[in-house]
Nanobody, 116 residues
Framework: QVQLEESGGGLVQTGGSLRLSCVAS????????MAWYRQAPGKRRELVAA???????NYADSVKGRFTISRDNAKNTVYLQMNSLKPEDTAVYYC??????????WGQGTQVTVSS
């Protein structure tokens, strides 16, 4: 059974920082693309950052220079360090693991709220 468990969300003021963590179980973590998505009220879910198994990363333009995705394959964990947070970063953040059709899994999400 695959499980992705996010933690680290919360309430922070504009300009603050948070670090999200996602622990995966039931998958061969190191070969999966691990990603963070977010969904704000009334908006579509969007990709925030992704980390490929080979180590490459990519980011949404809106978070470049502020967010950093990293992974620890030994701990089956992916992180999202979020700095210089803005009110528009407020959303539910979801962890995703992807390895093609039939290998697409989601966590339950963690709320991030940035107050102005």
């Amino acid at each position: 059974q695959v499980q992705l468990e996010e933690s680290g969300g919360g309430l922070v003021q504009t300009g603050g920082s948070l670090r999200l963590s996602c622990v995966a179980s039931g998958i061969s973590f190191s070969i999966y693309v691990m990603a963070w998505y977010r969904q704000a009220p009334g908006k579509r879910r969007e990709l925030v950052a992704a980390s490929a198994s080979g180590g490459s990363t990519n980011y949404a333009d809106s978070v470049k220079g502020r967010f950093t995705i990293s992974r620890d394959n030994a701990k089956n964990t992916v992180y999202l360090q979020m700095n210089s947070l803005k009110p528009e970063d407020t959303a539910v953040y979801y962890c995703n693991s992807y390895r093609g059709p039939g290998g697409d899994y989601w966590g339950q999400g963690t709320q991030v709220t940035v107050s102005s």
